[in-house]
């Protein structure tokens, strides 16, 4: 997939394409000078890190790259699901690779959602450059109740691991 800021895009919106992108061509996916941006989903575990590792074998510009890694017991206190250490070790493994590390979250986290009752899904924040955060989302006047947290089904459509906290 390839990720470029969109030209006709508001300053910080980036475009989603399964192609190049308009007007310029990708001579192979593995090109890497080719791509504006490479953004490596960064969870701080194994597979993603010999993904950033690969990708840097291979020629990746670290100017260009950015770790993303999505905080999903929030930023409001919820110690339900994420390694009290994990954003700090995210954060040094970027430095220390000098790539930039962005963190985004949905509000109240995972738990929040999981547990809410006659309320909308909380927005998600996210990170940008300057320190500065932006938020998406968040803004449906549609009330819902979930209340599903812990899950217990052997239906496959009704489990716990929601897209909600993958955002």
Not at 54 to 62: I, P
Not at 67 to 87: A, F, I, N, R, Y
Not at 136 to 152: D, E, I, N
Request: overall charge negative; glycine content about 8%.
């Amino acid at each position: 997939m390839h990720i470029a800021h969109a030209p006709q895009a508001r300053p910080h919106q980036l475009a989603f394409d399964l192609g190049p992108a308009p007007g310029r061509e990708v001579a192979a996916p593995d090109d890497l000078a080719s791509y504006d941006h490479i953004l490596v989903a960064w969870s701080g575990g194994k597979d993603s890190a010999a993904c950033i590792l690969h990708l840097l074998e291979m020629g990746a510009d670290r100017n260009r790259m950015e770790l993303w890694h999505h905080l999903v017991d929030g930023q409001e206190g919820s110690t339900l699901m994420d390694w009290p250490c994990t954003k700090a070790y995210c954060a040094a493994v970027g430095q220390a690779l000098g790539i930039p590390v962005r963190f985004s979250w949905r509000v109240g986290g995972f738990e929040r959602e999981m547990l809410r009752q006659d309320t909308p899904t909380a927005p998600v924040v996210f990170e940008v450059a300057d320190n500065k955060t932006l938020t998406a989302g968040g803004k449906s006047q549609s009330l819902g109740t979930r209340l599903r947290f812990p899950q217990v089904s052997g239906d496959l459509s009704t489990r716990w691991c929601s897209s909600y906290s993958k955002s």
